[in-house]
Protein backbone atom coordinates (compact mmCIF):
# COMPACT_ATOMS: atom_id res chain seq x y z
CA UNK A 1 0.00 0.00 0.00
CA UNK A 2 1.38 3.48 -0.73
CA UNK A 3 1.61 5.76 2.11
CA UNK A 4 1.21 9.50 1.89
CA UNK A 5 2.84 11.23 4.29
CA UNK A 6 1.49 13.73 6.50
CA UNK A 7 3.86 16.02 8.52
CA UNK A 8 3.72 16.95 12.24
CA UNK A 9 6.76 16.32 14.34
CA UNK A 10 10.44 16.55 14.59
CA UNK A 11 12.84 14.38 15.98
CA UNK A 12 14.78 17.49 17.53
CA UNK A 13 17.12 17.45 15.39
CA UNK A 14 15.28 19.49 12.71
CA UNK A 15 14.69 16.36 10.68
CA UNK A 16 10.74 16.02 10.07
CA UNK A 17 9.53 12.76 10.57
CA UNK A 18 6.30 11.93 9.33
CA UNK A 19 2.89 10.09 10.65
CA UNK A 20 1.88 8.39 7.57
CA UNK A 21 -1.53 7.61 6.06
CA UNK A 22 -3.26 6.13 3.53
CA UNK A 23 -3.41 7.52 -0.68
CA UNK A 24 -7.07 6.64 -1.47
CA UNK A 25 -6.09 3.95 -4.70
CA UNK A 26 -8.81 6.61 -6.63
CA UNK A 27 -5.94 9.35 -6.93
CA UNK A 28 -3.81 7.22 -9.33
CA UNK A 29 -0.58 8.47 -10.45
CA UNK A 30 -1.40 12.11 -9.53
CA UNK A 31 -1.78 11.26 -5.98
CA UNK A 32 1.25 9.11 -5.98
CA UNK A 33 3.44 11.77 -7.69
CA UNK A 34 1.90 14.21 -5.02
CA UNK A 35 3.25 11.71 -2.08
CA UNK A 36 6.80 11.99 -3.76
CA UNK A 37 6.78 15.95 -4.00
CA UNK A 38 5.61 15.69 0.06
CA UNK A 39 8.18 13.51 0.89
CA UNK A 40 11.10 15.57 -1.01
CA UNK A 41 9.93 18.81 0.75
CA UNK A 42 10.04 17.05 4.10
CA UNK A 43 13.71 16.63 3.83
CA UNK A 44 14.10 20.80 4.48
CA UNK A 45 17.15 20.42 2.26
CA UNK A 46 18.46 18.97 -1.27
CA UNK A 47 18.22 15.07 -0.91
CA UNK A 48 19.92 12.27 -2.86
CA UNK A 49 18.14 9.70 -4.40
CA UNK A 50 19.20 6.79 -2.91
CA UNK A 51 17.69 8.44 0.99
CA UNK A 52 14.60 8.75 -0.34
CA UNK A 53 14.41 5.59 -2.07
CA UNK A 54 15.80 3.96 1.93
CA UNK A 55 12.32 6.00 2.74
CA UNK A 56 9.82 5.68 0.30
CA UNK A 57 6.96 2.75 -0.29
CA UNK A 58 7.85 2.76 -3.52
CA UNK A 59 9.68 0.46 -5.60
CA UNK A 60 12.95 1.69 -7.34
CA UNK A 61 12.07 1.73 -11.22
CA UNK A 62 8.68 3.42 -9.76
CA UNK A 63 10.11 6.10 -7.77
CA UNK A 64 12.94 7.20 -10.17
CA UNK A 65 10.24 7.63 -12.87
CA UNK A 66 8.10 10.09 -10.80
CA UNK A 67 11.06 12.25 -9.49
CA UNK A 68 12.29 12.33 -13.64
CA UNK A 69 9.03 13.62 -14.39
CA UNK A 70 8.38 16.01 -11.60
CA UNK A 71 12.50 17.15 -12.32
CA UNK A 72 10.99 17.79 -16.17
CA UNK A 73 8.28 19.56 -15.46
CA UNK A 74 10.14 21.77 -13.13
CA UNK A 75 8.38 20.71 -9.83
CA UNK A 76 11.92 19.29 -8.70
CA UNK A 77 15.42 20.67 -9.57
CA UNK A 78 18.63 18.65 -9.77
CA UNK A 79 21.88 19.59 -8.61
CA UNK A 80 24.36 17.50 -11.17
CA UNK A 81 27.26 18.14 -9.55
CA UNK A 82 25.34 17.28 -5.85
CA UNK A 83 23.36 15.08 -7.46
CA UNK A 84 20.48 16.02 -5.28
CA UNK A 85 16.98 17.22 -5.95
CA UNK A 86 14.90 19.85 -4.30
CA UNK A 87 11.72 21.93 -5.10
CA UNK A 88 11.16 23.36 -8.53
CA UNK A 89 10.85 26.98 -9.25
CA UNK A 90 7.55 26.30 -10.75
CA UNK A 91 6.89 24.58 -7.40
CA UNK A 92 7.42 27.91 -6.14
CA UNK A 93 5.45 30.01 -8.60
CA UNK A 94 2.37 27.47 -7.64
CA UNK A 95 2.94 28.18 -3.85
CA UNK A 96 3.10 31.49 -4.07
CA UNK A 97 -0.60 32.06 -5.85
CA UNK A 98 -1.82 29.30 -3.40
CA UNK A 99 -0.89 32.04 -0.53
CA UNK A 100 -2.32 34.73 -2.27
CA UNK A 101 -5.58 32.56 -3.31
CA UNK A 102 -6.41 30.21 -0.80
CA UNK A 103 -4.66 31.47 2.07
CA UNK A 104 -6.34 34.08 4.83
CA UNK A 105 -2.62 36.33 4.43
CA UNK A 106 -3.49 38.43 2.29
CA UNK A 107 -6.51 39.40 4.16
CA UNK A 108 -4.89 38.96 7.52
CA UNK A 109 -1.77 40.79 6.68
CA UNK A 110 -2.69 44.47 8.40
CA UNK A 111 -4.25 43.02 11.65
CA UNK A 112 -0.65 40.68 12.36
CA UNK A 113 1.05 43.65 11.38
CA UNK A 114 -0.38 45.87 14.01
CA UNK A 115 -0.31 43.28 16.47
CA UNK A 116 3.13 42.53 15.97
CA UNK A 117 3.77 46.50 16.06
CA UNK A 118 1.84 46.73 19.35
CA UNK A 119 3.11 43.71 21.23
CA UNK A 120 6.53 43.40 20.34
CA UNK A 121 6.27 39.43 20.06
CA UNK A 122 6.49 37.31 17.41
CA UNK A 123 2.27 36.48 15.57
CA UNK A 124 1.61 33.60 13.40
CA UNK A 125 -1.24 32.86 11.71
CA UNK A 126 -1.97 29.33 10.69
CA UNK A 127 -4.74 27.29 9.06
CA UNK A 128 -5.64 23.55 9.39
CA UNK A 129 -3.87 21.23 6.89
CA UNK A 130 -5.93 18.32 7.21
CA UNK A 131 -4.74 16.71 10.83
CA UNK A 132 -1.75 19.67 10.75
CA UNK A 133 -0.51 23.09 11.40
CA UNK A 134 0.32 24.95 8.77
CA UNK A 135 1.73 28.36 9.53
CA UNK A 136 0.97 30.44 6.98
CA UNK A 137 2.15 33.79 7.94
CA UNK A 138 4.50 35.31 10.62
CA UNK A 139 5.43 38.58 11.96
CA UNK A 140 8.85 38.77 14.31
CA UNK A 141 9.16 39.79 17.42
CA UNK A 142 11.51 43.12 17.95
CA UNK A 143 14.12 40.96 19.19
CA UNK A 144 13.75 38.17 17.11
CA UNK A 145 14.14 34.16 18.50
CA UNK A 146 15.11 30.83 16.91
CA UNK A 147 12.01 28.80 16.93
CA UNK A 148 10.31 25.89 14.68
CA UNK A 149 7.19 27.61 13.53
CA UNK A 150 7.99 29.97 9.78
CA UNK A 151 5.72 30.76 7.21
CA UNK A 152 5.10 27.18 5.07
CA UNK A 153 5.98 25.06 7.59
CA UNK A 154 3.34 22.58 9.54
CA UNK A 155 3.54 21.34 13.04
CA UNK A 156 1.38 19.09 15.78
CA UNK A 157 -1.88 20.55 16.14
CA UNK A 158 -2.59 18.73 19.36
CA UNK A 159 0.61 20.73 21.20
CA UNK A 160 0.34 23.91 19.78
CA UNK A 161 -1.71 26.79 20.78
CA UNK A 162 -3.32 27.56 17.15
CA UNK A 163 -3.18 23.67 16.68
CA UNK A 164 -5.54 23.81 20.11
CA UNK A 165 -7.49 27.02 19.29
CA UNK A 166 -8.74 25.51 15.54
CA UNK A 167 -8.87 21.77 17.04
CA UNK A 168 -11.39 22.90 20.01
CA UNK A 169 -14.10 24.54 17.70
CA UNK A 170 -13.90 21.64 15.03
CA UNK A 171 -17.22 19.65 14.97
CA UNK A 172 -17.67 15.70 16.10
CA UNK A 173 -17.17 13.67 14.35
CA UNK A 174 -14.67 15.46 12.62
CA UNK A 175 -12.55 16.20 16.06
CA UNK A 176 -12.21 12.50 16.51
CA UNK A 177 -11.32 11.98 12.94
CA UNK A 178 -8.60 14.29 13.22
CA UNK A 179 -7.34 13.23 17.19
CA UNK A 180 -6.70 9.97 15.57
CA UNK A 181 -4.16 11.10 12.99
CA UNK A 182 -2.13 12.39 15.72
CA UNK A 183 1.69 11.50 16.26
CA UNK A 184 1.08 12.45 20.09
CA UNK A 185 4.61 12.32 20.33
CA UNK A 186 6.21 14.09 23.88
CA UNK A 187 8.08 17.00 22.88
CA UNK A 188 7.92 18.04 26.15
CA UNK A 189 6.78 17.20 29.66
CA UNK A 190 4.10 19.09 29.16
CA UNK A 191 2.90 17.70 25.73
CA UNK A 192 -0.36 15.91 25.77
CA UNK A 193 0.36 12.44 25.44
CA UNK A 194 -3.19 10.96 24.47
CA UNK A 195 -7.10 12.24 22.83
CA UNK A 196 -8.77 11.90 26.46
CA UNK A 197 -5.77 14.79 28.21
CA UNK A 198 -6.18 17.12 25.39
CA UNK A 199 -10.46 16.92 25.40
CA UNK A 200 -10.48 18.37 28.78
CA UNK A 201 -8.45 21.57 27.87
CA UNK A 202 -10.20 21.83 24.32
CA UNK A 203 -13.80 22.18 26.29
CA UNK A 204 -12.20 25.26 28.32
CA UNK A 205 -10.66 26.74 25.06
CA UNK A 206 -14.52 26.40 23.34
CA UNK A 207 -15.73 28.44 26.78
CA UNK A 208 -13.07 30.98 27.26
CA UNK A 209 -12.05 31.64 23.47
CA UNK A 210 -8.20 31.75 23.93
CA UNK A 211 -5.40 28.89 24.19
CA UNK A 212 -2.07 28.37 25.36
CA UNK A 213 1.23 26.89 24.73
CA UNK A 214 2.50 25.91 27.98
CA UNK A 215 5.87 24.78 26.25
CA UNK A 216 3.86 22.06 24.95
CA UNK A 217 6.23 22.03 21.92
CA UNK A 218 9.60 23.49 22.54
CA UNK A 219 10.96 24.34 25.62
CA UNK A 220 10.87 27.96 26.56
CA UNK A 221 8.11 29.08 23.89
CA UNK A 222 4.98 29.80 24.75
CA UNK A 223 2.03 31.84 23.48
CA UNK A 224 -1.60 32.77 23.88
CA UNK A 225 -3.55 32.02 20.68
CA UNK A 226 -7.40 32.68 19.21
CA UNK A 227 -9.29 30.61 16.34
CA UNK A 228 -10.52 33.04 13.75
CA UNK A 229 -14.41 31.43 13.57
CA UNK A 230 -16.73 32.11 10.40
CA UNK A 231 -20.18 33.51 10.86
CA UNK A 232 -21.02 29.10 11.03
CA UNK A 233 -18.48 29.04 14.23
CA UNK A 234 -15.62 27.29 12.02
CA UNK A 235 -12.59 27.37 12.12
CA UNK A 236 -10.94 29.19 9.35
CA UNK A 237 -7.62 29.35 11.12
CA UNK A 238 -6.05 30.95 14.65
CA UNK A 239 -3.58 33.90 15.36
CA UNK A 240 -1.28 33.67 18.39
CA UNK A 241 1.05 36.12 20.23
CA UNK A 242 4.35 34.16 20.74
CA UNK A 243 6.89 34.56 23.54
CA UNK A 244 9.73 33.36 25.02
CA UNK A 245 9.65 32.55 29.21
CA UNK A 246 12.86 34.66 29.26
CA UNK A 247 10.97 37.69 28.73
CA UNK A 248 7.45 37.12 29.48
CA UNK A 249 5.07 34.85 31.03
CA UNK A 250 1.55 33.07 30.29
CA UNK A 251 0.37 35.81 32.95
CA UNK A 252 1.33 38.66 30.61
CA UNK A 253 0.58 36.80 27.41
CA UNK A 254 -3.18 36.37 28.83
CA UNK A 255 -3.77 39.88 29.32
CA UNK A 256 -3.04 39.61 25.49
CA UNK A 257 -6.57 37.42 24.96
CA UNK A 258 -9.04 40.27 23.97
CA UNK A 259 -7.06 41.99 21.77
CA UNK A 260 -5.77 38.96 20.05
CA UNK A 261 -9.33 38.14 19.57
CA UNK A 262 -10.63 41.51 18.41
CA UNK A 263 -8.33 40.79 15.59
CA UNK A 264 -9.06 36.82 14.95
CA UNK A 265 -13.15 38.59 14.69
CA UNK A 266 -11.70 41.68 11.98
CA UNK A 267 -9.90 38.93 10.13
CA UNK A 268 -13.32 36.38 10.13
CA UNK A 269 -15.04 39.40 9.03
CA UNK A 270 -12.55 40.49 6.18
CA UNK A 271 -12.31 37.02 5.28
CA UNK A 272 -15.85 36.58 4.36
CA UNK A 273 -16.20 40.38 2.30
CA UNK A 274 -13.07 39.59 0.57
CA UNK A 275 -13.20 38.35 -3.36
CA UNK A 276 -10.21 37.64 -5.14
CA UNK A 277 -9.99 40.59 -7.71
CA UNK A 278 -10.42 39.73 -11.49
CA UNK A 279 -8.18 41.14 -14.35
CA UNK A 280 -11.15 40.90 -16.65
CA UNK A 281 -14.29 39.23 -17.60
CA UNK A 282 -14.26 35.57 -18.41
CA UNK A 283 -14.24 35.20 -22.47
CA UNK A 284 -17.45 33.80 -23.77
CA UNK A 285 -17.61 31.80 -27.26
CA UNK A 286 -20.05 32.95 -29.61
CA UNK A 287 -22.23 30.26 -31.76
CA UNK A 288 -19.89 28.37 -34.08
CA UNK A 289 -16.29 29.40 -32.09
CA UNK A 290 -14.50 26.20 -31.11
CA UNK A 291 -11.55 26.91 -28.82
CA UNK A 292 -7.77 26.59 -29.93
CA UNK A 293 -5.93 23.59 -29.59
CA UNK A 294 -2.73 23.63 -29.98
CA UNK A 295 -1.25 20.96 -32.84
CA UNK A 296 1.20 19.55 -30.14
CA UNK A 297 -0.63 19.61 -27.59
Request: net charge neutral; charged share 20%.
Amino acid sequence: MLVNSRFDATDGTGRIFAHMTAVDKSDGTVGKALAVLDQIASYGRPVRFAELLGDSPLPKATLYRFVQTLTNQGMLQYDVERQTYAPGLRLVRLAHSAWAQASLAPVARPHIDALSHETGETVHLAQLDHAQVLYVDKRNARDPVEMFSQAGKVGPAYCTGVGKAMLAHLPEPELTTVLAQQSWHQFTPATHGSPESLRAELAEIRATGISFDREEHEIGIICVSAPILNSQNRPLGALSVTGTTRRTNLDALAQLGPRLQQAARAIARDAESWVFPQSAAPHTMSQGERPYVRSDA
